[in-house]
């Protein structure tokens, strides 16, 4: 399977890092050597001195599919998730710095904690969804998925243009406001819809 993420899909998160709204999807791909399941801790790597956690939505693709239109892209994922993109935004900013590929700052082993998956039917309208992060007890960031840029259906759309997915694959949608960094000893819950998917420690 392949993990499939989405960049700069929230205006908010765009002002943040000063770049600019795309004009159509941003991905890029992370191996499944970062999948972090069941809540295990988060190992802070030692060739990054900031690490930033991203909350986003991640949808699971249930059918295999290419050229998919917009309008199909819904019977293509039935289960909904959330998962947190850990990026090491020291050696981002050099990559963007030097046009350099991002790999090294988000393919990293353990850089995609995910949650148990949902049923996408429970959830009243999937493009009204909040989700929010807390760390340390405290809301850091808080998203709703009706202020993407770029819906489900959209990025589905997009990407299987150039990329066939397969039953499995999963595609993190995009992080809103409020990235920051993490510290050793730090516990981050994650929110969807109200429920609690994501807790887990900084180790
Ligand atoms: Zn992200």
Redesign the pocket.
Known sequence: MKII???QNFADHVKEMNSSTPIEPIFFFKPDTCLLRKNQPFFYPNFSNEIHY?L?VVLKICRLGRNISERFANRYYNEVGLGV?F?ARDLQRNCKAMGLPWEVAKAFDGSAPISEFKSKVIFPDLGNLDFWLEKNGEVVQRGNTGDMTFNFDQLIAHISKYTTLKIGDLI?T??PAGVGSVAIGDRLKGYLGGELMLDFFVR
């Open positions: 993420c989405i960049g991203e986003e993109d990026t993190y995009g992080t």
